[in-house]
């Protein structure tokens, strides 16, 4: 699903800028410091990695649209799988009746269903392993599906210079790299400035996704 991209302007952030900062920040980096060069792009997958972790802002939100083949209840899962939100399938003639499926423990499912050859339009899901869901019953035939998850963005690299993070939580992404960097440098009486600053980020983007989660459960009527 494609993500507006902002306009950046000559300051917005990349993969390699934000390798720049980080040598600016922490003094290391430089041509002659191989070691924290070769590091620098690991903190920041780590960091990209435990912010997904933490939150669960819109940039992460996933919707997955796919097809659960007939007699065939395990469901591969989009890569970077995080959390499930919803899924529901298309039922009727033409597939566009919408049934919400219901989250249930694996045991319940294969004690409801212990039998994959005696299919139905599948009521409930759950989680096979990581990269699986098992829908109960087993469909009786092919059903078009669409599942809302959390899933970890993709990774900055050389050949993927932006994402959700550098375009629009920036500040956020490079406190925690350099909350990441000072241990392995041994720098550690920068840590509580920068623990600071992650903080009040973490805090003002917290805020934002409260919003969006309470504007998602309203029941919107007309207007006054």
Avoid at 112 to 131: I, S, V, W
Wanted: charged share 20%; hydrophobic share 35%.
């Amino acid at each position: 699903m494609a993500t507006t991209q902002p306009n950046l302007g000559p300051t917005g952030m990349t993969f390699d800028s934000l390798k720049e900062d980080l040598v600016s920040y922490t003094q290391r980096g430089g041509a002659s410091d191989i070691q924290a060069v070769r590091q620098f792009p690991r903190i920041i997958n780590r960091s990209e990695r435990s912010i997904a972790d933490k939150m669960k802002i819109l940039g992460v939100q996933y919707v997955l649209v796919s097809k659960v083949l007939e007699a065939n209840p395990v469901v591969p899962k989009p890569d970077g799988w995080r959390n499930t939100i919803s899924i529901n399938v298309g039922l009727g003639p033409e597939n566009n009746t919408r049934r919400t499926l219901r989250a249930r423990s694996y045991e319940y499912i294969r004690a409801l269903y212990p039998n994959d050859t005696k299919g139905d339009a599948p009521r409930f899901y759950a989680d096979y392993d990581q990269n699986h869901w098992l829908f109960g019953p087993a469909p009786d035939n092919d059903y078009p599906f669409e599942a809302l998850v959390w899933r970890l963005p993709d990774l900055l690299s050389a050949s993927n210079q932006r994402n959700y993070l550098t375009n629009f939580y920036p500040n956020l992404l490079l406190y925690s790299c350099l909350v990441a960097c000072e241990p392995y440098l041994r720098n550690d009486s920068r840590m509580g400035l920068w623990k600071t600053m992650l903080a009040d980020e973490f805090q003002g983007v917290t805020a934002q996704d409260m919003q969006r989660t309470i504007d998602r459960g309203q029941t919107r009527g007309p207007p006054a």
